[in-house]
């Protein structure tokens, strides 16, 4: 089977950095995403990593490890409107689906 | 461009009443996917087409769902007789390509009664 681990709430303050870590296990593994969603929204599309290494967009970066199944978000810069749930999700398989994480609930305070 | 375009935005029925709720991908995307959303188990992929075809359905939990893409601009998802625990957010999304990001609908919130 496969498996996704995330925090569940981080908090952190206007203008931080913050770090959502992600662990993950599973087969036939091609890459990880990240997805953003505001509460009642739907979820939008952040970053991909296929590859080892940072990607970076804007405030917000991505990192992979392949050899550790391990990633995570890095958000700069931390504004009110970061306030969401993040989400990391794998994509696997011969149809190259996505399996997400649980989510952690990012709150950003004054 | 429009997005991903889902109807209705909100559903509420009886248990064992019919629901089907539709869903326009973007122009152009020849992937389609049904998620389902709750706080007990989270976005869980239902069913996944490529170019009209289903992919892959091991996540339709039973046959009480069925999802058909008649053609690559439409696609229904429905639930017959609908139950209870079948109340949740159901998210349609769209991709260019296997290896593409996702493009979600606003969802269609469904309360089974």
């Known amino acids: 089977g496969q498996s996704l681990e995330q925090p569940s709430e981080v908090t952190a303050v206007e203008g931080a950095i913050v770090q959502i870590n992600c662990t993950y296990q599973t087969s036939g593994f091609y890459g990880l995403s990240w997805y953003q969603q505001h509460d009642g929204g739907a979820p939008t599309f952040l970053s991909y990593?296929?590859?080892?290494g940072l990607e970076e967009t804007g405030r917000f970066s991505s990192f992979l490890s392949r050899s550790d199944s391990y990633g995570y978000l890095l958000l700069q810069e931390l504004q009110m409107k970061d306030s969401a749930s993040y989400f990391c999700?794998?994509?696997?398989?011969?149809?190259?689906?996505?399996?997400f994480g649980s989510g952690t609930q990012l709150t950003v305070l004054p | 461009d429009a997005g991903v375009i889902q109807s209705p935005r909100h559903e509420v029925t009886e248990m064992g009443q019919e629901v089907t709720l539709r869903c326009k991908p973007i122009?152009?995307?020849?992937?389609l996917f049904w998620y389902r959303q709750t706080m007990m188990r989270g976005l869980e992929l239902l069913i996944y087409?490529?170019?009209?075809?289903?992919?892959?359905d091991s996540g339709m939990p039973e046959d009480r769902f069925s999802a058909k893409m008649p053609n690559a601009s439409f696609s229904t998802l429905k639930i017959q007789p609908s139950e209870p625990r079948d109340s949740a957010v159901y998210f349609c999304?769209?991709?260019?390509?296997?290896?593409?990001?996702?493009?979600f609908g606003d969802g269609t919130r469904l309360s089974i009664l």
């Open positions: 999304a769209s991709s260019p390509g296997q290896d593409q990001p996702q493009h």
């Open positions: 122009s152009g995307h020849n992937s």
């Open positions: 087409f490529n170019n009209n075809v289903p992919i892959d």
């Open positions: 990593n296929a590859l080892d």
């Open positions: 999700a794998v994509r696997r398989g011969s149809a190259r689906q996505l399996t």
